[in-house]
């Protein structure tokens, strides 16, 4: 049986992953937990989640829409979308780097 490495962690940049999440199309909050548990095997609690998104709001990366049924979606803006590309490229260089290095062990 191949090692378990459940206890390494999982990825935690709540605002990326709200924002990859996002990237999608518009989502209300338990749509995103749900996408976000499912793509990266993360598990966000609510109160997480709707603090990430105030900031996320504050820093006019997200927008929300209005209500549906009692639940509000939110949607990415162009800024959203450009510090979700620049997330992204920070994380592949750290891909890369980890990748060249283990190569070398």
């Known amino acids: ?6 206890d390494l962690g999982r990825f935690s940049d709540v605002a990326l992953l709200i924002l990859l999440s996002l990237a999608q199309g518009p989502k209300h909050g338990y ?3 749900e996408d976000i548990q499912t793509f990266s095997g993360t598990l966000l609690e609510p109160g997480t989640l709707y603090g990430a998104l105030l900031r996320l709001e504050q820093r006019g990366w997200i ?3 209005p209500m549906e049924e009692r639940r509000r979606p939110y949607t990415i803006t ?3 979308m450009a510090a979700l590309h620049a997330g992204l490229a920070t994380l592949s260089r750290i891909v890369s780097v980890g990748a060249a290095r283990v190569a070398l062990t």
């Open 63 to 65: 927008l929300p829409q």
């Open 78 to 80: 162009p800024n959203g």
């Open 31 to 33: 749509a995103m937990i």
């Open 1 to 6: 049986m191949p090692p378990s490495f459940d």
